[in-house]
């Protein structure tokens, strides 16, 4: 399956500041590629679509002028999440659509924010 | 839009039998019905998956069977072994238009008893 990173993988930042967090794929060039927050105990909650070269495509209720979400390039998108405050605590994993046979989505390792 | 149900949301077996984990969905439409497997804290991570035309898929101790009648589809485990302690999430994802898009089950957290 695709190799999928994110960076970081832990961070802690305080009330009002902003976090991005990278998802790269490092061997498949992906022209989608979804965002997730995961809660303790949850299951995983689509954010955005992120398409390469056009603007992500959100889901409702998702605020997009809070999460920013970029697709600059075939195996980088980055979720940006401005004005952080401690509701927006969580696991958040990008996952990426493959080129095989049934276009499977494999995930990132996950982002975990901790906003005090 | 899809709903997609999970059950039992917790699942307690002795190592050496047998689990199953049901979805039901419904969207009549939907083609594709990957299972993943999470760790605590890791990532999701894909264990198999079945299409539409397709009623049942096995790799080696882990099996899919689809039923599109009745809009449901599990996932088998023979043979459990501690390692296969985790959180397992159903998904579907729909036909035409939706862009690669999953909907997921809330997940049921196995324990396999050694």
């Known amino acids: 399956g695709a190799v999928v990173s994110q960076h970081p993988s832990r961070v802690i930042c305080k009330s009002g500041t902003s976090v991005k967090i990278e998802c790269r794929s490092l061997?498949?060039?992906?022209?989608?590629m979804f965002w997730y927050r995961q809660f303790p105990k949850q299951s995983l909650m689509l954010m955005a679509t992120s398409n390469e070269g056009s603007k992500a495509t959100y889901e409702q209720g998702v605020e997009k002028d809070k999460f920013l979400i970029n697709h600059a390039s075939l195996t980088l998108s980055t979720l940006t999440v401005t004005s952080a405050h401690p509701e927006d605590s969580s696991f958040y994993i990008c996952s990426v659509v493959s080129g095989g046979t049934y276009n499977e989505q494999f995930f990132g390792p996950g982002t975990r924010l901790t906003v005090l | 839009g899809e709903n997609v149900e999970q059950h039992p949301s917790t699942l307690s077996v002795q190592e050496g039998d047998s689990a199953v984990i049901k979805c039901t969905y419904s969207d009549s439409a939907s083609n594709y019905f990957p299972w993943y497997k999470q760790e605590l804290g890791k990532r999701p991570q894909l264990i198999i998956d079945?299409?539409?035309?397709?009623g049942e898929k096995k790799d080696q101790r882990i099996a899919v069977t689809l039923n599109k009648t009745a809009k449901h589809f599990s996932l088998h485990i023979t043979e459990t072994q501690p390692e296969d302690s985790a959180v397992y999430f159903c998904a579907v994802r729909g036909s035409g238009g939706s862009n690669y898009k999953l909907t997921f089950g809330k997940g049921t957290l196995l324990t396999v008893n050694p």
């Open positions: 079945i299409r539409s035309n397709v």
């Open positions: 061997d498949f060039q992906a022209t989608t």
